[in-house]
């Protein structure tokens, strides 16, 4: 008699369980169960091209860097006390000028290097493509990152230095630091600024495909596409 209670309440238990079970099944989206690496991965790579298309495009408007605050560029710490001395001898205007070349050659170099950030993202392999999903809002960009910042600085350089001569910034600053290092008893400079540019135009763009990633991380309305909505899910 025991024996049958017992052997009773298991099944009851069991029933309950694979109901509830099956109540969640059904609470998520159609094709997210089961979802091989593959196609995690192509939902992977479409956030990333939609951070390209949506987001590192603004910056290669006037003033994409220069007005945003999440990526302007700023000076780097050596070239702070020739922003410093300048203006201290009534030269602010042209310490602003010199600010906003940078910004414009990377501005330009973008525009130009876009597509090497699209074919970047159409080949890169996601090896643990699940892991990446659940993990933190820029998982996937920072992935990218690691993968590719060094063969997108050497296609990048180039592109930038480009950009200092078309935009003239190579000449302000040519003039900006002529003017410091004649200031009586200063330290002169003589920065390589393409370098410097270079790396903070990469960290602008990184930024910029991370925002659009944590949008559709945490926003089903940014999901537009059916694949973005399959996968995405999966994290929520």
Do not use: H
């Not at 970047?120 to 960009?141: E, H, M």
């Not at 950009?163 to 920065?191: E, H």
């Amino acid at each position: 008699m025991l024996l049958k209670k017992i052997t009773c309440c298991f099944f009851i238990v069991t029933a309950f369980s694979c109901t509830e079970l099956q109540n969640v099944i059904n609470t998520l989206p159609n094709g997210t169960i089961g979802l091989d690496p593959t196609t995690i991965g192509n939902g992977l790579r479409q956030a990333l091209d939609f951070g390209i298309d949506k987001q590192v495009t603004k910056l290669t408007q006037e003033n994409g860097f220069y007005n945003n605050e999440l990526v302007k560029i700023l000076l780097p710490e050596e070239l702070q006390k020739v922003d410093q001395g300048l203006r201290s001898i009534g030269l602010s205007s042209l310490a602003d000028e010199g600010i906003k070349a940078l910004n414009r050659a990377a501005e330009d170099a973008v525009k130009e290097a876009t597509p090497i950030f699209v074919d970047a993202v159409k080949g890169i392999t996601f090896n643990d493509a699940k892991n990446i999903l659940i993990g933190a809002d820029n998982a996937a960009t920072n992935y990218l990152e690691t993968r590719t910042n060094q063969a997108l600085y050497a296609k990048f350089n180039p592109v930038i230095e480009s950009s200092f001569s078309k935009v003239g910034a190579d000449q302000i600053w040519t003039n900006l630091i002529n003017r410091y290092n004649a200031i009586p008893f200063v330290t002169k400079v003589n920065p390589d600024l393409t370098d410097y540019v270079t790396n903070e135009a990469l960290k602008g763009v990184y930024t910029m495909i991370a925002k659009e990633e944590k949008n559709i991380r945490t926003s089903i309305n940014a999901r537009t596409t059916d694949l973005l909505r399959r996968v995405f899910a999966l994290q929520d």
